[in-house]
């Protein structure tokens, strides 16, 4: 009987706790201001993959090296469903600065932007949108430079409206 009373104040004080939260966070007392204050809205609303590149990144000096290998979908030129395309993102780079991964024929291309912290370790993996067969080019700003690779992808169905 004791443990069945410990267990219900333990699920109950769960249960207070995460409708607390929800209502703070509902009320718009709790932001991630970190997240908001880096919103790229210019480069995230470009309808052109140079227009996007030049809002995020602005001016910087391309790179001939082959220091990021970039792989997109499975197989890496192919995708069942353009909603969901994996892709990886892997570099021995130092100091990077921003990491972007942008869709030629989508209709607002670029689709991911990050600026990672120190902590974070390469390789990156996430999940784009395609809207159709289209190239899809990884960028990584690291000391100033560009250092860019790409891969044509083709979709069977596409995932963007």
Known sequence: MNTTNQHRRTLLKGAISASTMALVATSGLLLPQRLLAHWSTSAFNAETVEDALLALLGQAEEASTTGLNFKVGSPPSYAVNGASVPIEIQSDLKNIER???????????????????????????????????????????ADGQLYKTSRFVEVDIGGCA
């Open 99 to 141: 990491i972007a991964v942008l869709v030629d024929k989508n209709p607002l291309p670029l689709a991911l932007s990050i600026a990672p912290s120190s902590a974070v370790k390469l390789p990156f993996k996430s999940m784009i949108k395609i809207a159709e067969d289209s190239e899809v080019i990884a960028i990584i700003r």
